[in-house]
T-cell receptor
Framework: EAGVVQSPRYKIIEKKQPVAFWCNPI?????LYWYRQNLGQGPELLIR????????DSQLPKDRFSAERLKGVDSTLKIQPAELGDSAVYLC?????????FGQGTRLTVV | GNSVTQMEGPVTLSEEAFLTINCTYT??????LFWYVQYPGEGLQLLLK?????DKGSNKGFEATYRKETTSFHLEKGSVQVSDSAVYFC????????FGTGTSLTVIP
């Protein structure tokens, strides 16, 4: 069975440009998470979905970040405009019954 | 809210040495406890878990016991290998996973 698939794996953009990340969770998983991992740190939650509903987005910087999970399956995370401090690895995870499975992440570099 | 404190790294051990990585947590409610491992350039992989007090999670020679009285979930392995070199994250969870800063382990031959 395929795991959590994220794309792209790497992205380099100039500051003030928009960027989008895509996540395809494991089939049947109702819960989907987006995390941001800065270099040398642990992942920090940005948003959690239960099906298509965002049930926890308290840590999402809503002035520039947005996310959606149409039909409760795939999800996209967008940053517009990107800032230098947004350089990080963006991890998507899906799960059920509290266990979560992570994708390989998208490494974003803002220059 | 939940939080987790992990032993600071980096940790360097010789092959076949004994490993302990300490983890203590604070949580509202009754969390499940997880250890995740991150190999270089990869995403997080579930290593082991425990869902109630005194449960022992184990996988690939690693073990951790859910100690509710001390709010701890220390990771141990009796004999590490070079292939165990990675960053290890302790993560208590109720509705979401709270990760520590991770402990980097390097095993040298």
């Amino acid at each position: 069975e395929a795991g959590v698939v994220q794309s792209p794996r790497y992205k380099i953009i100039e500051k003030k440009q928009p960027v989008a990340f895509w996540c395809n969770p494991i089939s049947g998983h109702n819960t989907l998470y987006w995390y941001r991992q800065n270099l040398g740190q642990g992942p920090e939650l940005l948003i959690r979905y239960e099906n298509e509903e965002a049930v926890d987005d308290s840590q999402l910087p809503k002035d520039r970040f947005s996310a959606e999970r149409l039909k409760g399956v795939d999800s996209t995370l967008k940053i517009q405009p990107a800032e230098l401090g947004d350089s990080a690895v963006y991890l998507c995870a899906s799960g059920m019954n509290t266990e979560a499975f992570f994708g390989q992440g998208t490494r974003l570099t803002v220059v | 809210g939940n939080s987790v404190t992990q032993m600071e790294g980096p940790v360097t051990l010789s092959e076949e040495a004994f490993l302990t990585i300490n983890c203590t947590y604070t949580a509202t409610g009754y969390p499940s406890l997880f250890w995740y491992v991150q190999y270089p350039g990869e995403g997080l992989q579930l290593l082991l878990k425990a869902t109630k007090a005194d449960d022992k999670g184990s996988n690939k020679g690693f073990e951790a016991t859910y100690r509710k009285e001390t709010t701890s979930f220390h990771l141990e392995k009796g004999s590490v290998q070079v292939s165990d070199s990675a960053v290890y994250f302790c993560a208590p969870t109720t509705n979401q996973f709270y990760f520590g800063t991770g402990t980097s382990l390097t095993v040298i031959p």
